[in-house]
């Protein structure tokens, strides 16, 4: 168990409520979802040793943070535009790798959940989070904790 999750093993934002969450998107002038994956995906990280979808993420922020600075420099504006083409992609495929590995990370406590493909696709981050929610207190104690 870490910082990063509460007795059951489930992320502290699962337990937030939709419309907080959109709130905090709001807030968070848009950036609520990318701040979001990046905790689940650290969260993944230390609970799975599952950092591939971390990479993507920061990856992604990287990628939107230099094409402010390097959007007036010519000479790298060719690279730049490559990049910026590239990470959408990132960013889709980083959802996945998540989506991925919250399954198997579920499959693996002996708690399986249907995820949409596409409400996984539509509201990403946000979607997962919400998936993670808990269901009741009886399906957290039998459910999520690991079996001995």
């Known amino acids: 168990m870490s910082v990063l999750e509460d007795k059951y093993g489930v992320p502290w934002t699962a337990h937030a409520r939709p419309a907080w969450m959109a709130v905090f998107v709001v807030l968070t002038l848009g950036l609520g979802p ?58 889709i495929g980083g959802i996945f790798l998540l989506r991925d590995e919250i399954q198997k990370d579920a499959r693996q406590h002996g708690f399986e959940r249907a995820r949409s493909t596409l409400l996984t696709f539509v509201f990403s981050s946000l979607y997962l989070n919400y998936c993670l929610r808990p269901v009741s207190a009886a399906a957290l104690r039998t459910d999520l904790l690991p079996s001995a």
Request: glycine share 8%.
């Open 34 to 91: 990318i701040l979001l994956a990046m905790y689940l995906g650290v969260w993944l990280g230390l609970r799975r040793r599952a950092w591939l979808p971390l990479l993507c993420f920061v990856t992604f922020s990287l990628i939107g943070g230099l094409s402010y600075l390097v959007f007036e420099h010519a000479i790298l504006s060719g690279i730049m535009d490559a990049l910026i083409l590239l990470s959408p992609f990132l960013w």
